[in-house]
């Protein structure tokens, strides 16, 4: 089982994540900026997956159907000095694995890889999700940042799906520092 794998079950099993409010004048949490938007997108809620190794995530959403999860997470492991550009590109593999496993548990109908890639900033995947009867845009973008995991997974119906992830993900990197 791979480590996104467990994070992914490891939240939704065993730990029974805790979600709460974030304060409307908090920019930082756990010494990461979360701005109150990014790219359009508000922020929404904390959520912390109560396991060592974990971490927290923090939804941003718009009206309609675009929500962005940003995971912070170590998976336990040492992050300060591995290969960050093979670590980030082994989680972006492991997301599209957990997707696969999706589609085999019933969560998604189908799941279809439409492009896998990597930029200065971030590994990334976009992947084409069916859930519900509707095709959605999913988008994967990971990095290590400050001795931990970035993730970010964000999904959309817009029409300009591509423009907004890549603008959400850019802005995201620009404000950590990681143009």
Do not use: C
Request: aromatic share 8%.
């Amino acid at each position: 089982m791979t480590a996104a794998l467990a994070l992914n079950y490891a939240s939704e099993a065993v730990a029974q994540p805790t979600k709460s409010p974030i304060p409307s004048h908090a920019e930082q949490i756990d010494g990461y900026p979360f701005p109150k938007s990014i790219a359009g997108l508000l922020r929404g809620q904390r959520t912390d997956y109560d396991e060592p190794g974990l971490g927290f995530s923090v939804r941003y959403e718009r009206p309609g159907e675009t929500w962005a999860d940003i995971f912070i997470y170590d998976l336990g492991e040492s992050l300060s000095s591995v290969n960050a550009r093979k670590m980030s590109l082994d989680q972006r593999d492991a997301a599209l694995r957990d997707i696969d496993h999706g589609v085999s548990s019933g969560s998604y109908q189908n799941a279809a890889l439409v492009a896998k890639s990597e930029t200065t900033s971030y590994a990334k995947a976009h992947v084409a999700i069916t859930q519900g009867g509707k095709t959605r845009d999913s988008y994967v973008f990971v990095t290590i940042h400050k001795g931990n995991f970035i993730k970010i997974r964000l999904t959309t119906a817009a029409d300009n799906a591509d423009e907004l992830a890549s603008r959400f993900a850019s802005e995201y990197a620009r404000i950590i520092g990681r143009k």
